[in-house]
T-cell receptor, first 117, second 112 residues
Framework: DAGVIQSPRHEVTEMGQEVTLRCKPISGHDYLFWYRQTMMRGLELLIYFNNNVPIDDSGMPEDRFSAKMPNASFSTLKIQPSEPRDSAVYFC???????????????FGEGSRLTVL | SQKIEQNSEALNIQEGKTATLTCNYTNYSPAYLQWYRQDPGRGPVFLLL?????KEKRKERLKVTFDTTLKQSLFHITASQPADSATYLCASGNNAGNMLTFGGGTRLMVKP
């Protein structure tokens, strides 16, 4: 299995530009999570989906952030307009529903490092 | 508010010794705790899960404890190796929801 795939791995943009981050979860996983990681705040949950439906977006910092999951194999996180304080590493993670021996572990992608100048 | 905290200072130990990392939580009672390893520039990787009714869990050189009285989990790596150098994250979850709350992580450096 290829694991969770994120793109781009690195993005440098200027303030005010639109940024789109992409994620392909592991096939068969029902849950998809978007996290943001910074030195100051650690890993913060932004939003998660179950069966392509957004369940909790209380972690999305502002209306400038939006996330979609048009199908089971693709999700996007969009920031429009971007600001320097959005600079962080954005992680996508997925996991299956409960099953035998279920541990609830999250499978993370390698992250997208965003720098907004 | 719910808080889960780890020692933000790096832990430096000598190869062969046991590394012990601490995770403390306040103002809630998680149903389980998970521990992840994160290498620089990589995503976190799951290591172990321990539930609230379990006192201890082991996996190879790893051991995790869960003390609901102290509101604390300890993560041990025995016979540590330089390859164990990484940041270790604890995360808490409850049975009602699907959201994990992560601590800030502790960086472990094992010197040869």
């Amino acid at each position: 299995d290829a694991g969770v795939i994120q793109s781009p791995r690195h993005e440098v943009t200027e303030m005010g530009q639109e940024v789109t981050l992409r994620c392909k979860p592991i096939s068969g996983h029902d849950y998809l999570f978007w996290y943001r990681q910074t030195m100051m705040r650690g890993l913060e949950l932004l939003i998660y989906f179950n069966n392509n439906v957004p369940i909790d977006d209380s972690g999305m910092p502002e209306d400038r952030f939006s996330a979609k999951m048009p199908n089971a194999s693709f999700s996007t996180l969009k920031i429009q307009p971007s600001e320097p304080r959005d600079s962080a590493v954005y992680f996508c993670a997925s996991r299956p529903s409960s099953g035998r021996g279920y541990t609830g572990e999250l499978f993370f992608g390698e992250g997208s490092r965003l720098t907004v100048l | 508010s719910q808080k889960i905290e780890q020692n933000s200072e790096a832990l430096n130990i000598q190869e062969g010794k046991t590394a012990t990392l601490t995770c403390n939580y306040t103002n809630y009672s998680p149903a389980y705790l998970q521990w992840y390893r994160q290498d620089p520039g990589r995503g976190p990787v799951f290591l172990l899960l321990i539930r609230e009714n379990e006192k201890e869990k082991r996996k190879e050189r790893l051991k995790v404890t869960f003390d609901t009285t102290l509101k604390q989990s300890l993560f041990h790596i025995t016979a540590s190796q330089p390859a164990d150098s990484a940041t270790y994250l604890c995360a808490s979850g409850n049975n009602a929801g699907n959201m994990l709350t992560f601590g800030g992580g502790t960086r472990l450096m094992v010197k040869p």
